[in-house]
């Protein structure tokens, strides 16, 4: 009731029901803790998708929505930072809004019985990889990533397998607040709502607030991957293709589909008048691009920043991704690349380089992809490189740990296959003939480095993988005297999460080995094969 209604009422009431109206409304207003901003905020707090991506710009209220949904929507809530110490300011809003901090414990930092409506909000950090796992098994209705672009896609993933409610006809949902990213290890994001966010996407430009949905399906060789699709009813796959008219007592449950949906609402601090008038706005109107565009416009094409110390520049491998397209036929196969998956989530990469029939730079085909369960040994993983080998091509493959099987079964089938220990000694400098390398792994790096780097003109494709992207992009590497040395691979993990499979692959596949010469005429050894003679012209 507004107050020209309450005024016009009032008029016909009786004093006794003048005072019982004042002691309603008293009652209505002490229950409304939070109410949103007009526009965006107010779409994000009305909508039902299942995760809805809120933000873009620095300032639009994002912290303030995430507070204002928990206390006011939900009833056992997980607000999660990626690092503890970054919860503080959030827990001081809380305490501003209630009034006080009554019902707060630290250890572990909880608030218990908050707002009118007594809401449960739990405060969570996992700053290393498997420290999400603590909340394995523990439902929350409403789960709460805040600059959700500091978090590892893998982490994201499993806690919102846990975003759920054991309270009937609650809806549970996801609210993922963040900046674009500034990192490659932060791009997840861009993917992860690429209808809204990724102009290479099929879907965009997809409207703020619009609905969207997505089912998880296995892809190609094993893997994972999102599927859009264009309504939200249940289905099943069969035969590679999803069919949403089918007996649901035909399937299990597990195997019935529900696709899952997702928005993005765009906010800027032109939408927050709080903040529109302050300091804060100067300041986002003073900082260097690109960190001007994404954080005053929320601009997620605008680039990210590199680390000074990255191996791979991104614009050179975005360069090298764009020049890709699809060949038929391929062109000779030059190389191939084999890194074999050494348990867990990896999986098990085939990368082959073909020389394109236009004489155009170096292209490498789509990867393959196989879990690790899919490849235990090495006549499995030696059967698919045969499988996928053409052109008499040079196999090279990571041979450190699991990666010796395979190659001995290749070597034993007189297949052309050089085993790589890329902790060994390395023997080369780089282009400029004056930097030497701490091992074989950083001069690979390097190597791939110097086929991407423009002013070198070598005209390599890449196929535009976006998991390949941000594993090249990730590695750094640091100068000790003349020595370059990159990043491990443990410590690329660390960072993104998975291991580096795709990367390898690649990487292995870009070294230059020249292929054998067929069989001399006449030799009676079956499978013999004559390395290459740089002298053979010269015999008699």
């Keep these: 009731m507004t107050p020209e209604a309450v005024r016009d009422a009032e008029r016909f009431l009786t004093q006794a029901e003048r005072e019982e109206l004042d002691r309603l409304m008293a009652q209505e207003m002490a229950e409304v803790i939070w109410v949103p901003l007009p526009g965006p905020q107010t779409m994000a707090y009305e909508c039902t998708a299942d995760i809805i991506g809120f933000g873009g710009a620095a300032g639009g209220g994002k912290s303030d929505l995430a507070i204002g949904r928990a206390l006011t929507t939900a009833h056992e809530v997980l607000i999660m930072r990626r690092e503890g110490t970054q919860l503080q300011g959030i827990l001081q809003r809380l305490q501003t809004i209630l009034g006080s901090r009554d019902g707060f414990s630290s250890q572990p930092p909880i608030w218990r019985d908050a707002g009118p409506r007594k809401v449960l909000i739990e405060f969570g950090s996992c700053p290393n990889l498997g420290d999400e796992q603590r909340q394995q098994g523990r439902p929350h209705d409403l789960l709460v990533f805040d600059e959700a672009a500091n978090f590892l896609e893998a982490q994201v993933r499993f806690l919102l397998g846990w975003n759920r409610s054991t309270r009937d006809g609650v809806h549970s949902q996801a609210l993922m607040t963040f900046n674009p990213p500034t990192t490659a ?315 580096v499979d795709r990367a390898v692959a690649v990487i292995l596949a870009m070294i230059d080995t020249p292929k054998r010469l067929p069989r001399r005429a006449g030799s009676n050894r079956p499978g013999q094969r004559r390395e290459h003679d740089p002298y053979g012209s010269l015999d008699a």
């Design 185 to 499: 290890e932060g791009r997840w994001v861009i993917d992860f709502f690429g209808p809204w966010l990724d102009n290479k996407h099929p879907l965009y430009p997809v409207g703020p607030g619009e609905i969207r949905y997505c089912v998880m399906l296995p892809g190609e060789n094993g893997t994972s991957r999102d599927v859009w699709v264009d309504r939200p009813d249940a289905c099943v796959q069969v035969g590679g293709q999803l069919v949403y008219d089918f007996d649901p007592a035909a399937y299990a449950i597990e195997d019935i589909i529900t696709p899952q949906s997702r928005t993005f609402i765009p906010s800027r601090i032109g939408d927050n008048p709080f903040l529109a008038g302050s300091g804060y706005l100067r300041q986002l109107q003073a900082m260097p691009e690109p960190l001007r565009s994404q954080m005053l416009y929320g601009d997620f094409q605008a680039g990210m920043q590199d680390d000074p110390w990255q191996v791979i520049p991104t614009a050179w491998i975005e360069a090298a991704m764009a020049r890709w397209r699809p060949l038929s036929p391929k062109g000779d196969m030059r190389s191939m690349g084999v890194d074999v998956a050494r348990g867990g989530k990896d999986n098990t990469t085939i990368a082959a380089r073909h020389a394109p029939p236009d004489g155009s730079g170096p292209w490498i085909d789509k990867l393959h992809l196989y879990p690790g369960a899919e490849t235990p040994d090495g006549p499995k993983v030696a059967g698919l490189t045969i499988a996928h080998r053409t052109d008499d091509a040079p196999v090279h493959i990571d041979v450190i740990g699991v990666g010796a099987s395979p190659y001995d079964h290749l070597n034993g089938m007189s297949v052309h296959i050089l085993g790589i220990n890329v902790s060994e000694r390395a023997t080369g400098t780089d282009k400029s003939g004056r930097l030497r390398f701490f091992n074989q792994r950083s001069e690979l790096w390097w190597r791939m480095r110097e086929w991407l780097d423009p002013a070198n003109d070598k005209g390599v494709c890449l196929p535009p993988d976006p998991q390949l992207l941000v594993e090249l992009c990730t590695p750094t590497w640091d100068l000790s005297g003349l020595t370059i040395k990159v990043a491990s691979r443990d410590e690329i993990y660390e960072k993104i999460g998975r291991s």
